[in-house]
């Protein structure tokens, strides 16, 4: 079927005329925005005395044993906005992901309606989410649970549903063959293919829920953001850098721990 | 023709009834793109307790026309009914899910769960059959279920590999559970693409000798595929060869000579 004549492609077939001029446009675009947005040398060198004056108005972190205990509930509250989010998000995402996954789903065409719908808790920003559950609900860290768990369908459901597409045909028109339904060919055949992946997503987004609960409470969803908030507005600069130090701490043992797991189970 | 069908009604009317064939293709075409034919109006007609043995070159259509049969594929004209039933994608579910519950397939590639054990591979098999949510794990299937995956993978000569992971097996060792996994439901139709393929010829040769015992004490009804001539003549009582889309050939084994073979794989 090949054409015996068929010459070579050239070999800068991907760069037309438009796409050098588009690059053109993008490069001017970038240098006019610089003028408006990017700081000057000038601002630069006046921000210094400012910055070096707030780092010395933070030293030493507060360390008092009351306001550590204070912290410290604030962080186990984190910790289970983001646990809990992410565990209830995660489990959701399973049936979404199975309904929104192309000739896997029950729903046949009407998958790209649930792609869609995931795709559009995906793109909202967590604040945004938690400014909305902290209008609905109000206050406090079932705002925060509600917000991770809602990010956490975006994240997983997108990437689970991308996992079941690409999960192997073989066995599944295996099973098929054998009388299997949609759904134990899910539990059949696409589960235990995609394990590895399933898990290796979960974890990411368990990283994605710590990482995101530590700032909501900025916007009064709960947990460690809060403390941090009450202490720019109070000027309690001390207080501040330990907050900030305990998120750090948080933020790394999280990731030590999903990295050992990661490990463990390859 | 019309004679001999009135002939045998009346010699046989006081034995037996009339025989529906177990599968019966008229005019049968499928292509995958709308433009290439791969079948081209197939007639096949098989009755219960055949053993078909279909041959023909590579890429003659072997697999697309047994994927056919029971409906894996959708085909593009003619007309198909396979336990009586017509196959077509108007199927309903309870007719599909019929002709399949009495269908072992075995795949020319081996197609196996490979996360899972070689047993819970087996016990795959039953999915199908009521309370068939216990077929997803060996953990879950009930005792007399186990113990006819263990028999079935005695059958092939692999109980002792029940607990490994099915995809530390070797080539041949899969297809054998994949063989397992068919026979296990104790099919009325069994239909295997290439069953002894990636074989040893002794496990070949054991495979091809098991389907004919099972073929005899179950009456069960056969179709393979083959590239072992041998095997393709000496266990089938029929033999179909495909060309370009046709039948070249559809006669019993015993006539099947040399330049019968030559011309299916000419050119
Ligand atoms: N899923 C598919 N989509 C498109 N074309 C296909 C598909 N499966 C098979 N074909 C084409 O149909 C033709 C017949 O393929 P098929 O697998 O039925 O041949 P075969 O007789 O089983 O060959 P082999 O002896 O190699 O197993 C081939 O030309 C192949 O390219
Ligand atoms: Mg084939």
Known sequence: MVDPRQTAPGRFTGFSPINFVLLVALGAMILASMGQVSPTPQQLVDGVPGMVNLVGRMLPPNTEPAFLARIGVRILETFQIALVGAAIGILLSLPIAWCAARKVSPLGRGHVVVKAFVSFLRTVPDLVWALLFVASIGLGAVAGTMTIMVDTVGFCGRFFAEAMEDAEKEPQEALSAIGAGKGSILVGAILPDIMPSLINSSLFALEKAVRSSVVLGLVGAGGIGQELKVAFDLFQYQNASMIILAIFLIVMVMEVMTDKLRAYIQ | ?267
């Open chain 2, 1 to 267: 023709m019309l004679d001999l069908v009135t002939d045998t009604a009346t010699d046989t009317a006081h034995t037996a009834p009339p025989q529906v064939p177990l599968i019966e293709a008229r005019g049968l075409c499928k292509s995958y793109d709308r433009r290439k034919m791969i079948l081209d109006g197939i007639d096949l007609e098989i009755t219960k307790g055949e053993r078909i043995a279909l041959i023909g070159s590579n890429g003659s259509g072997k697999s697309t026309l047994l994927k056919s049969l029971i409906g894996l594929h959708s085909i593009s004209g003619g007309s198909l009914r396979c336990f009586g039933d017509p196959v077509s994608a108007q199927s309903s579910r309870a007719q599909r899910l019929n002709m399949r519950r009495q269908t072992g397939f075995v795949f020319q590639k081996h197609c196996l769960v490979r996360r899972r054990s070689v047993l819970s591979n087996v016990i795959h098999g039953l999915f199908g059959e009521p309370g068939s949510w216990r077929a997803f794990s060996h953990s879950l299937a009930s005792r007399d279920w186990r113990e006819r995956a263990m028999q079935a993978l005695a059958d092939v000569d692999l109980a002792d590999k029940a607990m490994d992971r099915a995809d530390m097996l070797s080539g041949g060792q899969q297809q054998r559970v994949a063989i397992a996994r068919a026979l296990v439901r104790r099919p009325r139709l069994l239909i295997a693409d290439e069953p002894a393929a990636s074989l040893d010829p002794v496990s070949g040769q054991n495979v091809m000798n098991l389907f004919t015992q099972l073929c005899q004490t179950h009456a069960i009804t056969l179709i393979y595929t083959s590239h072992d001539m041998a095997h393709a003549v000496d266990h089938a009582d029929r033999v179909v060869a495909l060309k370009h889309g046709k039948i070249l050939f559809d006669r019993p084994a015993s006539r099947v000579t040399r330049a019968h073979l030559q011309d299916t794989f000419d050119g």
